[in-house]
T-cell receptor, first 112, second 114 residues
Framework: GENVEQHPSTLSVQEGDSAVIKCTYSDSASNYFPWYKQELGKRPQLIIDIRSNVGEKKDQRIAVTLNKTAKHFSLHITETQPEDSAVYFCAASTRGNNRLAFGKGNQVVVIP | KAGVTQTPRYLIKTRGQQVTLSCSPISGHRSVSWYQQTPGQGLQFLFEYFSETQRNKGNFPGRFSGRQFSNSRSEMNVSTLELGDSALYLC?????????????FGPGTRLTVT
């Protein structure tokens, strides 16, 4: 089955700086890549996603890039704010298949 | 639209007992997936139901089962509980249209097995 890995496990950034989280996947058939943000004690929240026919997608301060050849995708958060502090999970699945394979998560800490 | 809801939110059971968790998807969503979240293993896929049929199954023992009703509400059942079943159980609903893959999570049920 699909195996998704995330690096680094913990990321500390100064407020206003950028944060980048990278994920790699193993199954070349995967074509849907969502990112979830989970604050302490809360549900995972879908923040952005990308499909394999697109190389980059942006939504305000967050963006996701996908490199199908290298089988990796990354989350970019610009102008970080304290409310960006959370655990971020990447995931992958194949079209029409709701079986999401998740990475282990990255703890992002934004230092005011 | 109301979001995904799960009941109960917290549950304490003893080893050997069984438990049933409930999930109500977003109105109009026909797919419900279940995930187990633990600090050690992260988020792991249990199974998915679509139109009352199990469509996908993860690598969990047969003690974990589920079902879906005609109104798309879903339940999962864990029989003969073990200490290792202590986890946050999350369900996620999806519209499952031709170009819609997004899954939205409920708040989860925190199960503690003693």
């Amino acid at each position: 089955g699909e195996n998704v890995e995330q690096h680094p496990s913990t990321l500390s950034v100064q407020e206003g700086d950028s944060a980048v989280i990278k994920c790699t996947y193993s199954d070349s058939a995967s074509n849907y890549f969502p990112w979830y943000k989970q604050e302490l004690g809360k549900r995972p929240q879908l923040i952005i996603d990308i499909r394999s026919n697109v190389g980059e997608k942006k939504d305000q301060r967050i963006a996701v890039t996908l490199n199908k050849t290298a089988k990796h995708f990354s989350l970019h958060i610009t102008e970080t704010q304290p409310e960006d502090s959370a655990v971020y999970f990447c995931a992958a699945s194949t079209r029409g298949n709701n079986r999401l394979a998740f990475g282990k998560g990255n703890q992002v800490v934004v230092i005011p | 639209k109301a979001g995904v809801t799960q009941t109960p939110r917290y549950l304490i059971k003893t080893r050997g007992q069984q438990v049933t968790l409930s999930c109500s998807p977003i109105s109009g969503h026909r797919s419900v997936s279940w995930y187990q979240q633990t600090p050690g293993q992260g988020l792991q896929f249990l199974f998915e139901y679509f139109s009352e049929t199990q469509r996908n199954k993860g690598n969990f023992p047969g003690r974990f089962s589920g079902r879906q009703f005609s109104n798309s509400r879903s339940e999962m059942n864990v029989s003969t509980l073990e200490l290792g079943d202590s986890a946050l159980y999350l369900c996620a609903s999806s519209f499952q249209g031709a170009s819609s893959y997004e899954q939205y999570f409920g708040p989860g049920t925190r199960l503690t097995v003693t």
